[in-house]
T-cell receptor, first 113, second 113 residues
C-alpha cells in the first residue's frame, strides 16, 4: 500500500508570493490533516479535512487555507508569504473514524526569501 | 501558550536500560494522547496512544502511562535499543470527532551502544 505522498518536496518562494502544496493520502483514508513544523515551535496543527469539509482548525491566520477533493487528495495554500512561513509542512492521513492512527508524509520544505 | 510540554529537549540512555520520556499538558479537554517517533528527513511515525479512560497502554517494548490528575503522561521504552534513537513527540487531542492534535516540542533520545 503506498504511503502518504506530498509534492513538491522542496520549494523556494519570495515574500508576498503565494504557494500551493499537495498531499495524496493513503488509499481509503478520508481524513487529511496539515501541520507546520519549525525548529522553535515544533509541530503546529493547521487544519483537518474529512470528506471535503474542514472538520477542525488550528490557530493560524486566514492566509493559510486548504481544501480537499472528492478523491481525498488535499491542497494547502498560503497567500502573501512571510519570512516566518519558512517551515516543513507535513500532511497526515487517517481513515477518519474518530481518533484512529495518523500516517504522515515526508513533508514539503518551504523556504521564503 | 504551550498546551503540551516536553520539558527535556534531550535524553541519553545506555542500550538495554529503560528510557522514560515525559510530557505534561494543561488542557483538561484533551482525552486522547499519542506518541510519535521521528527520524531525520522523515515524517513522524505513530508509536502508541492512550485514551483518557485508561491509565496504561502497552505495546511490546513501549508503554504509555497517563496520570490525569497530574495532567502528565510518560513513555517507557524497555529495553532501549540504538535504533530507538530519534525525536519523540508527545501529542494530545480533544475528541471533536476528528483530529485537532497539539504536539509537544519533542525530546531527542540517544541510545548508546
Amino acid at each position: 500500500k503506498a504511503g502518504v505522498t506530498q509534492t513538491p518536496r522542496y520549494l523556494i518562494k519570495t515574500r508576498g508570493q503565494q504557494v500551493t502544496l499537495s498531499c495524496s493520502p493513503i488509499s481509503g483514508h478520508r481524513s487529511v490533516s496539515w501541520y507546520q513544523q519549525t525548529p522553535g515551535q515544533g509541530l503546529q496543527f493547521l487544519f483537518e479535512y474529512f470528506s471535503e469539509t474542514q472538520r477542525n482548525k488550528g490557530n493560524f491566520p486566514g492566509r493559510f487555507s486548504g481544501r480537499q477533493f472528492s478523491n481525498s487528495r488535499s491542497e494547502m495554500n498560503v497567500s502573501t508569504l512571510e519570512l516566518g512561513d519558512s517551515a516543513l509542512y507535513l500532511c497526515a492521513s487517517s481513515i477518519g473514524q474518530g481518533l484512529d492512527e495518523q500516517f504522515f508524509g515526508p513533508g514539503t520544505r518551504l523556504t521564503v526569501l | 501558550d504551550q498546551q503540551v510540554k516536553q520539558n527535556s529537549p534531550s535524553l541519553s540512555v545506555q542500550e538495554g536500560r529503560i528510557s522514560i520520556l515525559n510530557c505534561d499538558y494543561t488542557n483538561s479537554m484533551f482525552d486522547y494522547f499519542l506518541w510519535y517517533k521521528k527520524y531525520p528527513a522523515e515524517g513522524p511515525t505513530f508509536l502508541i496512544s492512550i485514551s483518557s479512560i485508561k491509565d496504561k497502554n502497552e505495546d511490546g517494548r513501549f508503554t504509555v502511562f497517563l496520570n490525569k490528575s497530574a495532567k502528565h503522561l510518560s513513555l517507557h521504552i524497555v529495553p532501549s535499543q540504538p535504533g530507538d534513537s530519534a525525536v519523540y513527540f508527545c501529542a494530545a487531542s480533544p475528541n471533536t470527532g476528528g483530529f485537532k492534535t497539539i504536539f509537544g516540542a519533542g525530546t531527542r533520545l540517544f541510545v548508546k551502544a
